[in-house]
Structure formats: C-alpha cells, structure tokens
C-alpha cells in the first residue's frame, strides 16, 4: 500500500503546489546605495550603462524605490515557495553592491524557470499612476531567445496583477535597452508595481494590505503561464 499512499500524496502535492519543480529568481530592484559606475548593456557592446541606478523614492511616504522593492521581493519568496517552487533571491538586504549585468549572470548560473525583478516607478507628472510590466524585445539579438516566454509571463502576471488591484493598467512593453534584460538567457520580466511619485500610489504601495494583493496577482500570474506556456 506504500506505493498507493505514494501516488495519491503525488497527486494531492501536484494540486496544492502547482510552482513544483520551478526554480523562479525575485530580483528586488536596486539597494541600499546605488553603483554609478559604468558596465556594457549587453554582451559585446561598447554602450555603457550605470551598475546599479539609486532608483525613485515615494513623494509621500518618502520610502526609497529598494526598501520597496525588498519588502515585496521577500513577501513574494514566502507565496512562491508556499506553491512548491524552489526560489532564488539577488538579495535580502539593503547592503550589497550587485550590478545588474551581474544580476542577470546569477540567473544565467542557477539556470531559472523565471526572473522576477521588481521595481516602482517615478515620473515628473503626479497624476500618472499604474501598473506595467516591462519585457526584453523580440527585435534584439541578445533576446530574440527569451522574448517569447517572457512577454507570455509578463502577459499573465499583468492580468493577475490587475485583476487583483483595480490598479491603471499601463500595459505590457518590449525593451532592448535594459541591462539585466540583455544579460539574460533566461526567461525575465520586470515589474512596475506603480508610480512612488503619485502620492495615493505611494500610500498604496506601503500599506501591507495592498502589497498582499500585488503578491497574489504576481503569484497567479506566474502559475498561469506555467500552466499554459
Ligand atoms: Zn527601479
């Protein structure tokens, strides 16, 4: 009967941990202290970009973009390893130095289902707010690899995310200027979860009732283009 028992235990595994056998990396955008020195956007390029850029703060929290970013990037490895998936973090900490071609390497070595990379986004206007999630191009020979996979991904978890949040749906955009993008032979996207230069977005993206909606969105997401890549 150990072997019944086995299969039905299987079975009843595979139903409650749908990210079983997914290895997903979370990126918490940025850290403590930005890294202004220069590194190729991509590899074999003469064009540089800055390593780590100190990223936005919230107009009316006055939180920095990586404390946000690390609050969602450790919430999200609970859910996701609650749903059977082996994950990986860049960091938990805000003390690091890791560039973000390094980033994408670390994802590169550990051979990922997905990187998940995390961030808040800021404009000049205050009144734009919303949701979008960003995805290597398909037009980009560093990428043309990873393009499909990704922008099916960033397609799913922008739906779980809006679905979750009511948030301004910004919408899914290709990119061939991002370095951690570029670096990257693995499936990636990265997340504007809102406008920290929008002073209502801002108190939302700090209250932990609506961060647990972008992780619930962001994990039915995942789930869903695992479940239909
Ligand atoms: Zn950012």
């Given at each position: 009967m150990i072997v019944h028992e086995t299969l039905t235990n299987m079975a009843a595994a595979n139903s409650i941990m749908p990210l079983a056998g997914k290895k997903i990396l979370i990126d918490a955008g940025h850290q403590?202290?930005?890294?202004?020195?220069?590194?190729?956007?991509?590899?074999?390029?003469?064009?540089?970009?800055?390593?780590?850029?100190?990223?936005?703060?919230?107009?009316?929290?006055?939180?920095?973009e990586y404390v946000f970013t690390l609050e969602m990037g450790l919430k999200l490895k609970e859910s996701f390893a609650a749903m059977g998936a082996e994950v990986f973090m860049i960091r938990e900490d805000h003390d690091?130095?890791?560039?973000?071609?390094?980033?994408?390497?670390?994802?590169?070595?550990?051979?990922?289902?997905?990187?998940?990379?995390?961030?808040?986004?800021?404009?000049?206007d205050e009144k734009i707010r919303g949701i979008s999630i960003l995805y290597p191009s398909q037009?980009?020979?560093?990428?043309?690899?990873?393009?499909?996979?990704?922008?099916?991904?960033a397609?799913?978890?922008?739906?779980?995310?809006?679905?979750n949040t009511q948030a301004e749906n910004r919408g899914i955009k290709a990119r061939a200027d991002i370095t951690g993008f570029n670096w990257s032979v693995v499936?990636?996207?990265?997340?504007?979860?809102?406008?920290?230069?929008?002073?209502?977005?801002?108190?939302?993206?700090?209250?932990?009732?609506?961060?647990?909606?972008?992780?619930?969105?962001?994990?039915?997401?995942?789930?869903e283009y695992f479940t239909n890549q």
């Amino acid at each position: 009967m150990i072997v019944h028992e086995t299969l039905t235990n299987m079975a009843a595994a595979n139903s409650i941990m749908p990210l079983a056998g997914k290895k997903i990396l979370i990126d918490a955008g940025h850290q403590g202290k930005g890294n202004l020195e220069k590194e190729p956007i991509a590899p074999g390029s003469t064009v540089m970009k800055t390593k780590v850029t100190y990223g936005t703060t919230g107009v009316a929290t006055g939180i920095p973009e990586y404390v946000f970013t690390l609050e969602m990037g450790l919430k999200l490895k609970e859910s996701f390893a609650a749903m059977g998936a082996e994950v990986f973090m860049i960091r938990e900490d805000h003390d690091v130095n890791i560039s973000n071609k390094e980033r994408a390497l670390i994802g590169n070595d550990l051979n990922v289902d997905l990187v998940i990379k995390i961030h808040a986004d800021g404009a000049a206007d205050e009144k734009i707010r919303g949701i979008s999630i960003l995805y290597p191009s398909q037009h980009n020979k560093h990428t043309e690899k990873i393009a499909g996979k990704s922008r099916l991904a960033a397609t799913y978890i922008l739906d779980g995310l809006i679905a979750n949040t009511q948030a301004e749906n910004r919408g899914i955009k290709a990119r061939a200027d991002i370095t951690g993008f570029n670096w990257s032979v693995v499936p990636v996207v990265l997340i504007e979860c809102g406008y920290m230069s929008n002073p209502q977005e801002d108190d939302l993206l700090s209250d932990p009732t609506y961060q647990a909606r972008l992780v619930k969105g962001i994990l039915k997401g995942t789930i869903e283009y695992f479940t239909n890549q």
